[in-house]
């Protein structure tokens, strides 16, 4: 694995260094939103799932437009700088936000941000890798960014304790790592050379057309994967519920996020070898594994091992997901196919996420997960039929 990660370009390097410090801010404030939303604003359950799947939703909706224009103009590294500087101008609003509606707002703000960076960003990956290294650059790329995500709370953690719990304050911290990931994307990436193809409008027809039966096999799969996955906002949540405080309750996305950014890139590096779709089925055992004991085992126990099962379910599909884009997806149309992945990805994980808030607030968190392992052997079957064809 040394080998392939020591192969990978600087600037798959400098985009994970990004990702991470912008990781790191926003998982500051989303290790304490649930939390801040139901407890200080008063928000129910289903309104935190619509408030998520909205955020997610806006985020891949805009990526297809992102993922044209790149594709258009040629230029990856321009539409990601535009993406990252919006999503830390939109850091500000959560400290003062004074009702869901304007958390709403806020990671509305923050989300688009994350749209127009997000398939450029993903498409300048692969514009730079040769392709027997996509799957390692991938998992690297993951493997930075998850590192971001479980070094966030453990800051807001930190930082909850130093000021007395006052999350609003925490929030105003997060400012800090996003300015970081902005200002070396700007000094540390370069453009790849890539020709613009000069489209006319997004989601042209014909170039829907062009994109292959593979391409749409694979979105068929994530959006299945993403159903079975909602937010993990949930997770959180359960936290609370099995009597965890406020001030620790980031930790749950800790234990998430540290086994995520273990295995994603082992997970990247083993899929050029042994095949994406063997590893997408065992990411999909795991997820099972992991909805049971969140659903069974309500202590922190129970708890800390689902979140951790769930990290490792995330580091063995999403950067290989993205890998099998890159794969099928026409060099020429590759901005506009992870648009497309993202787009019918987001609508799902929106569906997701309104279901998993709405039953847990009319059954319970055991109806959430369960639900949630039942789509996830859904999907399992589908992968095989997938894998066959």
Known sequence: ?????????????????????????????????????????????????????????????????????????????????????????????????????????????????????GAPRDA?????????????????????????????????????????????????????PAAIAVGLLVLGVEDAPVAANGARAPLQLVELRQMGRGFWAVVALGAVFSLARFSEAFLILRGREVGISAIYVPLVLVAMNVAYALVAAPAGVLSDRLGRPRLLAFSLVILIASDAVLALVPNVVGLMAGAMLWGVHMGFSQGLLAALVADTAREELRGTAFGVFNLVTGVALLTASIVAGSLWNWIGPEATFGAGALFAAVCLGGLTMVKAR
């Open 124 to 176: 300048l990956v692969a514009d730079v890798t040769p392709q027997a290294l996509r799957g390692a650059a991938y998992g690297l790329r993951q493997s930075l960014d998850t590192t971001g995500a479980f070094a966030g709370p453990l800051i807001a953690i930190g930082l909850m304790l130093l000021l007395a719990g006052d999350m609003r304050a925490v929030f105003w911290w997060a400012v800090v």
């Open 1 to 117: 694995m040394k080998t392939s990660l020591a192969r990978i370009p600087r600037a798959v390097w400098a985009l994970g260094f990004v990702s991470m410090f912008m990781d790191i801010s926003s998982e500051m404030i989303h290790g304490l939103l649930p939390v801040f939303l139901t407890t200080v604003l008063g928000a129910s359950m289903f309104t935190v799932g619509v408030i998520e799947g909205v955020a997610e939703f806006t985020a891949s909706a805009v990526k297809v437009f992102s993922g044209w224009l790149s594709d258009r103009l040629g230029k990856r590294k321009l539409l990601a700088v535009i993406g990252y500087a919006m999503a830390a101008l939109s850091k500000p609003l959560f400290p003062l936000a004074a009702t869901p509606v304007e958390v709403l707002a806020a990671r509305f703000a923050d989300r688009v941000g994350k749209g127009i960076r």
